[in-house]
């Protein structure tokens, strides 16, 4: 219903991802038709969207990386490629009747919550105006792209690429390419550019760890049975599990973590050859620090004669290359960034008002931080899907995305029938629940390195849940509202 200019909706989406969907396709499900998804980009799929460079694919296999409800018998691969996630998630999006609430190109850039009427604010760059009971931001840490902080990026004359925002014909064929950044996003494009270019320099700052993915591709036969749903359900709980007990490598002193450090140790051993160059790619910081690699094609690619792996830090970029502390430049047309994602600064491209005009950039000072990464005191009526600590580096997201939804849902019910004007989670619940969090993370592998999971300025480890996936469904299963304060 619009009425001076303004559309009033029951729940506003931001993110068409794969949390914005799974909110869209569960709040119809529970009976809740009024609402719209505000989508920045032209397509629906979020990440999937936005990583179209050559050979994204998703590092976790595909059974678990398609929602409970919505099982998918068709993937091609057990590690599915970008472009056939994107094609799942449109088919989910027709199939569950989303299509027609998703509005493409419109950024959201200002939300602030009346308090007198309990209701949210919304105004898009575009110059839309909305209201709405509820809010939820579902853009995930993995939306805002980081460019290296270099000296000189700017002055550079050739053609400059983001991973997150790739130019979908770019042709690299024929070209001196560099690579910055030697991630998970450039261990999987390496090597197609590698095949492409003339002359390709991947500059790695740290040397991570790598460990052979257990690829293989669907037959006709792995279709069939994907379609008898006991089997699906089977095959998909037995990969729920198998990644699950992958938590256990992250601890120090366990058999998977010896189990993994032996495996990683074999892959480099057996895949490179040259003694200069496995020295090069040897991790300097604990496995499982930064997000584990899973590639059978990064080290090979690293020995191809057309490809040279830059270990000297960077001094500066020139109009035309790269300049290392050596004093060396390397003459270069097309540089690559996979220098990945501003995840520290959530939300940071919107401002966010809730109760007494405090903002959410004013909570946030110290870091993002979030009840079950859901919900932040004063900020009533809103939730956030794969908000802070939430990441996990073991098994699927889609499996957190889920739980967090049905939580969320379970609030704005709870206000629905309860006639209240909002909800929001106590002051002490959120206190006691992230000062469990820090204390187990301080002692953890993750805070003994830089990563996105991590604040520079302070080391709160900001993006990462540290347990197991089922003790953080168990929690939100528990479903308790005694935790949330109602008006
Ligand atoms: P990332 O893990 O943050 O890696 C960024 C890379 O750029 C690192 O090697 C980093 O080096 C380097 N870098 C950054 N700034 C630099 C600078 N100024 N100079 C030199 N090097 C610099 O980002 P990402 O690879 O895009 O991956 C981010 C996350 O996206 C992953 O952890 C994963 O969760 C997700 N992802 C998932 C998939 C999937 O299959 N599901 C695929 C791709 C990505 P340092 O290590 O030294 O900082």
Known sequence: MTRGGVTRHEVVILGAGMSGLCMAVQLRRAGIEDLVILEKQPGLGG???????????VDVPAPVYSFSFAPNPDWQRRFASAPEIQAYMQKVAERFGVLPHIRFGERVVHAMFDTDRGRWQIATEQGERLDARFFVCSTGPLSQPRWPDIDGLDRFTGRRLHSARWEVNADLSGQRVAVIGTGSTASQLVAPIARQAERLHVFQRTANWVMPRLDRRYN????????????????????VAALEMGRRGFDEGTFARRAMLATAARHLQRQVADPRLREMLR?????????IIYSNDFYPALTRPNVELVTDPIRRITPTGIVTDDGRERPIDTLVCATGFDTVHLLASLSVTGLGGRTLRQAWAEGPAAYRGITVPGFPNFFLMLGPNTAT???????????GVDHAIACMQAVRSGRHRWVQVREAIFRQHNDELQRRLAGSVWAQCRSWYRMDSNGRVVALFPGYTREYVRGLRRGDMADYEFA
Do not use: M
């Not at 990440?47 to 694919?57: I, L, M, V």
């Not at 699906?232 to 037995?238: F, I, L, S």
């Open 220 to 239: 006709g036969v792995d279709r069939w049975l994907a379609r008898q749903p006991v089997w699906a359900r089977v095959v998909r709980a037995a990969w």
């Open 393 to 403: 580096g073991h098994t699927s997201t889609l499996l957190f995305i889920e739980p």
């Open 47 to 57: 990440t999937w969207w936005d990583n179209r460079y050559p050979g994204a694919h």
């Open 283 to 291: 991790p300097p910081y604990p496995l499982g620090c930064k997000r």
